[in-house]
């Protein structure tokens, strides 16, 4: 992946929704797989969620399972993270990565070092 471009962020309230998207090449995009990560104020990055090269293997963190969707539309070379019922604590700044070699993902948290393409990151604020 040459580079990857996130969009889609702001202020939003407390239950609302926003969706994330990521841009990344046309010439690559579809051979490998994808994830979200975010880093709130002060703490780690975390890991968000993930997506095969198909899009058909989808893993989320306990944090936003059942709240958060990662999918992928590789005609458009793009990534997308709808957020629903979001919580002040989703206030972060979120980064799309693609994985260095891999097209699939495994049914666990994914390593953050396996990702070598990284977003400058879109924040995302959620006001209580």
């Known amino acids: 992946q040459a580079q990857l471009v996130e969009s889609g962020g702001g202020l939003v309230q407390t239950g609302g929704s926003l969706r994330l998207s990521c841009e990344g090449s046309?010439?690559?995009?579809?051979?490998?797989?994808m994830a979200w990560f975010r880093r709130p104020s002060g703490k780690e990055r975390e890991f968000v969620a993930s997506?095969?090269?198909?899009?058909?293997?989808?893993y989320y963190a306990n944090s936003v399972r059942g709240r958060f969707t990662i999918a992928r539309d590789n005609d458009k070379s793009t990534l997308y993270l709808q957020m629903n019922n979001l919580k002040p604590e989703d206030t972060a700044v979120y980064y799309c990565?693609?994985?260095?070699?891999?097209?699939?993902?495994?049914?666990?948290?994914?390593?953050?070092?396996?990702?070598?393409?990284w977003g400058r990151g879109t924040q995302v604020t959620v006001s209580s």
């Open positions: 990565a693609a994985d260095k070699f891999s097209a699939q993902i495994e049914d666990t948290e994914p390593r953050q070092r396996d990702f070598g393409t």
């Open positions: 046309a010439h690559t995009f579809r051979r490998y797989a």
């Open positions: 997506i095969n090269w198909n899009g058909y293997s989808t």
